[in-house]
C-alpha cells in the first residue's frame, strides 16, 4: 500500500465525520445561509480542527459563495487548501548534526507512544541508508528495557540499556559514547513517561539532555514530544509544559487512526508554532510518516 492510501486509512474517522458532515450539510440547504455556515462551524469544531483555523474556512466559503454563488463555493476544496497553508510554514525533516551523530531524545507523557515511535524512527533512517541506535533510558516502568531490546532484535538496531532504577542520565551518557564510538548516524534516546505536571520528573529530563549535551556538544539536537491525538485538546497543555521545560523541536502524533478528532494536528499546529515531524496512523512499524501538510489536508477533505 502506498503511503498517502494509508495515511487516508489512518485518517480515514476523521475524514468520514467531516466529509459525510460537511456534505450532509451542503446538500440539505440549497442556498447558504446563516445556519448553513453554523452547522458548517459545528462540524469543524467538532473534528478539532480549533477555532482559528475554523474561522478561516467559514470565512472564506462565505466569500466564495457571496462572489460566485453556490457552484463557486466548493467547501471541501477551500477547507482543504486553508488546512494545507496553515500546516505547511515548517520544515518536517528530522534534524542532522553537522557531523557525526544526531541524537534525538523522543519524551512525552505515559502511553503515548514514545517506545514504539524510537523503534518507527530507527526503521525509517535505516530506510534511508543510515546506522541508527536506540537508547532505553525509560529505566523506571516495568518491562520497558526488554520492550525496546525486542524492538532492537527485531529491526536488527543496537540497544543500549542499564538496569531498571538506574539514573537515565547515566544511561544516556553511556548510550552517546556506545553510539559515538560505534559510528551511529542517529541515536533514540527512548525516555520515561512522564506528566507534565511532576516538577521532580521534569528536572530528570532536563539533567538527561544536560548530561548528554556535556558529552556531544549540541545533543540531543531533537527533542520530539509525542503526542496522542486520542487524548484531544489536553494535550496543548502538555506540549507547553514540555516546551518550557526542555526546548520541544518538533512533535510526532500518534494514534490518528483511534479517533475521529484528527484536525487536533491543525489546531496543535496552529497554537504551538512548533512544527508536526510525524504522525503514526497505526500499530505496524512503517505506520509513522513524516508529516507532508498537503497530503494532510487531501487525506482529511479529499473524496
Ligand atoms: N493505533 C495506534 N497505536 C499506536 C500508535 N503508536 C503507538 N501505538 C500503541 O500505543 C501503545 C503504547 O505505545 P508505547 O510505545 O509503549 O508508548 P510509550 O509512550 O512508550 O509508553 P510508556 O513508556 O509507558 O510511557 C502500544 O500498544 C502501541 O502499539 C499509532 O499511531 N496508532
Ligand atoms: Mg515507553
Known amino acids: 500500500m502506498g503511503l498517502f492510501q494509508k495515511l487516508k486509512e ?8 467531516l466529509v459525510h458532515e460537511i456534505r450532509r450539510i451542503v446538500t440539505g440547504s440549497p442556498r447558504l445561509t446563516g445556519t448553513t455556515l453554523e452547522q458548517l462551524e459545528a462540524a469543524l469544531l467538532g473534528a478539532d480542527i480549533g477555532r482559528a483555523v ?27 487548501d486553508i488546512v494545507e497553508r496553515s500546516l505547511s510554514n515548517h520544515s ?11 541524537v534525538v531524545s523522543v519524551v512525552g507523557v505515559n502511553g503515548t507512544g ?35 531490546k525486542l524492538w532492537g532484535q527485531r529491526l536488527d538496531v543496537p540497544v543500549v540499556a542499564g538496569t531498571y532504577n538506574a539514573d537515565p542520565a547515566s544511561v544516556a551518557h553511556d548510550a552517546v559514547t556506545a553510539a559515538m564510538a560505534r559510528g551511529a548516524d542517529y541515536l533514540f534516546v527512548d525516555t520515561a513517561g512522564r506528566l507534565h505536571t511532576k516538577n521532580n520528573l521534569m528536572q530528570e529530563l532536563q539533567k538527561v539532555h544536560r548530561v548528554m549535551g556535556k558529552k556531544l556538544q549540541g545533543a540531543p539536537h531533537e527533542v520530539l514530544l509525542v503526542i496522542d491525538a486520542t487524548t484531544g485538546m489536553n494535550a496543548l ?8 521545560a526542555v526546548s520541544v523541536t518538533g512533535l510526532v502524533i500518534t494514534k490518528l487512526d483511534g479517533t475521529s478528532r484528527g484536525g487536533m ?39
Do not use: W
Open 237 to 244: 497543555n502538555q506540549a507547553r509544559e514540555f516546551h518550557k
Open 10 to 17: 489512518g485518517l480515514g474517522k476523521t475524514h468520514s465525520r
Open 92 to 102: 518536517t525533516d528530522l534534524a542532522r548534526a553537522e557531523s557525526g551523530l544526531t
Open 265 to 303: 494536528v491543525v489546531a496543535i499546529h496552529k497554537e504551538l508554532a512548533l512544527p508536526v515531524k510525524f504522525i503514526g496512523v497505526g500499530e505496524q512499524i512503517d505506520d509513522l510518516q513524516p508529516f507532508n501538510a498537503a497530503d494532510f489536508a487531501s487525506a482529511l477533505f479529499q473524496v
Open 54 to 80: 475554523t474561522a478561516q474556512i467559514v470565512n472564506s466559503v462565505k466569500e466564495a459563495y457571496e462572489s460566485k454563488g453556490n457552484q463557486g463555493a466548493d467547501v471541501l476544496s477551500i477547507a482543504r
Open 114 to 148: 514514545k517506545t514504539t515511535t524510537c523503534a518507527k524512527l530507527a526503521e525509517y533512517v535505516k530506510k534511508r541508508g543510515q546506522k541508527p541506535m536506540l537508547a532505553a533510558c525509560d529505566t523506571f516502568r516495568a518491562a520497558a528495557i526488554e520492550q525496546l
